[in-house]
């Protein structure tokens, strides 16, 4: 089980990134996967998330309107089109696939984890 996370990176507010998580077959073809990210000082956070078909997405309040989760399923990747960055998005972000299919939002919901990409936003 291989999750790797990349994309980030230092942006000015306002700006744009794209995160991609590539990961391996028996991964995720037929899991829900997500987004978290983890700012300094501060606990993991749940950022979105979408199903094992990629047709139903969740997304936290925070990042709802700005970020967009997709994910291609015959390469097994994921992707996450952050645009409006804020400074407060400044976080490494981590990609996770879950046990179940359906999207959630609960970290102890996914079992396997990427090492995570450096987001940085300057104000």
């Known amino acids: 089980v291989q999750l790797q996370a990349s994309g980030g990176g230092l942006v000015q507010a306002g700006g744009s990134l794209r995160l991609s998580c590539a990961t391996s077959?028996?991964?995720?073809?037929?899991?829900?996967m997500g987004w978290f990210r983890q700012a300094p000082g501060k606990e993991r956070e749940f950022v979105a998330a979408?199903?094992?078909?990629?047709?139903?997405?969740n997304y936290a309040d925070s990042v709802k309107g700005r970020f967009t989760i997709s994910r291609d399923r015959y390469t097994n990747a994921m992707y996450l089109q952050m645009n409006n960055l804020r400074p407060e998005d400044t976080a490494v972000y981590y990609c996770?696939?879950?046990?179940?299919?359906?999207?959630?939002?609960?970290?102890?919901?996914?079992?396997?984890w990427g090492q995570g990409t450096l987001v940085t936003v300057s104000s």
């Open positions: 077959r028996r991964t995720s073809s037929n899991n829900a």
């Open positions: 996770a696939a879950s046990r179940y299919s359906s999207v959630s939002n609960h970290p102890g919901n996914f079992p396997s």
């Open positions: 979408i199903n094992w078909r990629g047709d139903s997405t």
